[in-house]
């Protein structure tokens, strides 16, 4: 009976290739031109050069944009991750009222648009009188990762036997080491998903940036600003080469640590 | 404080007075009071939902008193939160880490006391060959079976010689053989090291086997404690009588004359005279009493001695070591179990006919007065 199920699809393999297909062409024009010889991108190519790659490397603003996002990325992944493992926590382990409507609350930054969070951080902050700046953007960052975090961490929290922290406290282990010697390391592969997942939201977030950015902008911001000016593009498309690259390193240890948790945790 | 002024006693090591535990509107644990001895092998027996895991909870420091006091060598347990309390819990899903390899498991609670490597690997060693282990120290938790992860469980708890050692339906998730073997091994145990085990278990026979002292429980209530033998051959309620092994219920009434003789006049087995001492409710009360299926010896005569009525076979089953049947006696409108053993061979024996006669006997002693409820 299963071979029913097992059997071939050629109708389905079409489709995975052909969704592939166009999932990633479009990305691969990137690579592509960013070796392109020319400062417009059209066919055809016309040679093979790494220049955009070394004009790239003596481009300061670019590096200060860079350096700008990443700075944001790993404050926000950290504590976005801080903050989502303490609400995983509270939500899986003490008994609350209401604990569907306080998931559904944490959870509703992902559906609500980004440009309306924006605003309406831009009309509260400015009323407040606080200056834009990176610490702005962070701000907005963290209400978008937040829910990343806390739905990355909630199933690790989920998944585990209560008991295993009560036998930790009988073992003599007070809430801080029961914490530091048993919870963290079994929630440790969701951890470093979060931490991977939300610094690459923060990473190439534009719509918060573009609302809270002060005088220093974020990557995504600099490239964006660039486009104006077609010389700059092709080590614009060369950034985004290396970006794309890194992300998928990324993704792919992200994957690699959650499969091995799991695993571990049979 | 009427705790800390009574003197240490291994008598009520731990004593539990007149605790109670509510969740929201649910009782959970109602008033029930009891002392355990030091070095004994206690239970909590009991259908599963009646408050055991609670009440071993409670004791662990995993749940609150709602009212009353537990004291554990003469402390009151309240304010003592779990990590600081001198015991030691076996869980039901044994709560092996699963990070940890089987040394570490075991090591897990010597961290604070500030021993060198050496002589904990050599505590961990000993653990090991103590649960019969040896050379599992390297072992991940998923390398291991059900038997062994109870085993890990038992040694990560005792390498800290707690003063009691809590142990929640331990041997429930193993097969029957394993069941059986665990059980002797656990007595062995307990024994060799004389730490008070508090054991819990819904399997009446597992609690005879093991406990010194067995307390049964139902609806969150300590129905009675006592030792196997006790609670098996002088149950106080036919609750607890009908929950350890198998029981004839008779319903009776006193007769008295004067102090020196006394009786009862039980339904379907005429007059009974018993001993005054026994017998202390007055004339005219109404009794209970129970009679346990073995205490009856099936005859096709009318035996010499002893009290005897008439009885028609109804059922019979063969057990192997017994055999039991069905009797229907007059005067009576369940019939009576006995069980008699197999003593001899009984290579092609008939089995008695349906409807034939037959004589049960019994001896006054092995009349049970219960409480009536
Ligand atoms: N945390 C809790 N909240 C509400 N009810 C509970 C809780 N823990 C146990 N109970 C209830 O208390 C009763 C006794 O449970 P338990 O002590 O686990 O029984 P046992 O171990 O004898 O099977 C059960 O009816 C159970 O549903
Ligand atoms: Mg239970």
Known sequence: MSSYIKRPNRALQLYAVIFLIVLYVPVLFIPLFSFNDSIYVRFPLQGFTVKWYGELWTREPVWNALWNSVKVGLVVSVISTVLGVMAARSITRTRIRGKGALVTFIMMPLVIPGIIFGVALLVLLSRMGVPLSLYTVGLGHLIICLPFAVATLLPRFEGFDPSIEEASADLGENGWWTFWRVTFPMVMPGIVASLLLTFTISFDEFIMAFFLTGTDPTLPMYIWGQLRFPKEFPSVLAMAALILFVSFALVFVAQWVGRKGLEDQE | ?373
Not at chain 2, 149 to 176: H, N, T
Not at chain 2, 259 to 281: D, F, N, R, V, Y
């Open chain 2, 1 to 373: 404080m009427k705790g800390t002024s009574e003197m240490a006693s291994a008598d009520r090591f731990i004593s539990i007075r007149k605790v109670s535990k509510s969740f929201g509107a649910f009782q959970a644990i109602d008033d029930v009071s009891m002392d355990i001895r030091q070095g004994e092998f206690f239970s909590l027996l009991g259908a599963s939902g009646c408050g055991k895991t609670t009440l071993l909870r409670m004791l662990a420091g995993f749940e609150s008193t709602s009212k009353g006091e537990i004291f554990i060598d003469d402390q009151p347990m309240s304010d003592v939160p779990p990590h600081h309390r001198p015991v030691n819990m076996v869980f039901q899903s044994y709560a092996i880490f699963p990070h940890l390899n089987v040394r570490d498991n075991i090591a897990y609670g010597l961290r604070k006391q500030k021993l060198s490597a050496a002589r904990r690997a050599e505590m961990v060693e000993d653990m090991l060959d103590l649960i019969k282990l040896p050379g599992y120290g390297n072992r991940k938790a998923n390398e291991l079976s059900g038997g062994q992860r109870q085993r890990i469980a038992l040694a990560r708890a005792l390498i800290l010689r707690p003063k009691v050692l809590l142990l929640d339906e331990p041997l429930g998730a193993l097969d029957k053989q394993l069941r059986e073997q665990m059980q002797l091994e656990l007595r062995a145990l307990q024994r060799q090291v004389g730490i008070t085990f508090v054991f819990v278990t819904h399997d009446q026979e597992e609690a005879l086997t093991l406990s010194d002292r067995i307390a049964v429980m139902a609806g969150g209530k300590v129905l009675q404690v006592d030792t196997p033998a006790g609670l098996y051959e002088t149950p106080k309620t036919r609750d607890v009588a009908s929950f350890i092994g198998n029981m004839n219920f008779f319903r009776g009434t006193v007769r008295r004359n004067g102090s020196a003789m006394a009786a009862i006049e039980a339904e379907g087995l005429g007059t009974i005279p018993m001993s005054t001492a026994e017998l202390t409710k007055p004339d005219g009360a109404p009794v209970q009493i129970g009679l346990r299926p073995e205490k009856f010896s099936l005859s096709p005569t009318r035996p010499d001695t002893g009290l005897a009525i008439e009885g028609a076979l109804r059922t019979a089953s063969y057990m192997g070591e017994r055999s039991q049947y069905y009797l229907s006696i007059p005067g009576k409108d369940e019939p009576v179990a006995v069980s008699s053993p197999n003593t001899h061979r009984l290579i092609g024996a008939q089995d008695a006919p349906e409807g034939q006669t037959l004589w049960l006997s019994w001896s006054p002693e092995a009349i049970v007065i219960l409480e009536t409820d």
